[in-house]
């Protein structure tokens, strides 16, 4: 089992920049698919970014591609998600996920273990 707390929402001006990061308890943190999620005011959860074991493999939701980068660090049992160029449409709870492996690919969804959330507000 890992435990997952997130850090580093805020309130930000559109355009700004923000890092969300997440420390997973465990020792076996390397094994583990990571991911975020966000939801936004009466909608529901929305995948945003996961990262393979090694972190050489990423994936993200279009509405983030280009500016937004999922990181781990594995020495650290962490995860990173730089947010640049934020939008209003970017406001959300923001939830690191945990997903045991294996999976070919790097998941999307099916994740585990759930952090309890960090808010990202963007003002216009």
């Known amino acids: 089992q890992v435990q997952l707390v997130e850090s580093g929402g805020g309130l930000v001006q559109a355009g700004d920049s923000l890092r969300l990061s997440c420390v997973a308890s465990?020792?076996?943190?390397?094994?583990?698919?990571m991911g975020w999620f966000r939801q936004a005011p009466g909608k529901e959860r929305e995948f945003v970014a996961a990262?393979?074991?090694?972190?050489?493999?990423?994936r993200y939701t279009d509405s983030v591609k280009g500016r937004v980068t999922i990181s781990r660090d594995n020495a650290k049992n962490t995860i990173y998600l730089q947010m640049n160029n934020l939008k209003p449409e970017d406001t959300a709870v923001y939830y690191c996920?945990?997903?045991?492996?294996?999976?070919?690919?790097?998941?999307?969804?099916?994740?585990?273990?759930w952090g309890q959330g960090t808010q990202v507000t963007v003002s216009s």
């Open positions: 990262i393979s074991l090694s972190g050489i493999k990423t």
């Open positions: 996920a945990a997903k045991p492996a294996p999976s070919i690919v790097v998941p999307i969804t099916g994740y585990d273990y």
């Open positions: 465990g020792r076996t943190f390397s094994s583990y698919f």
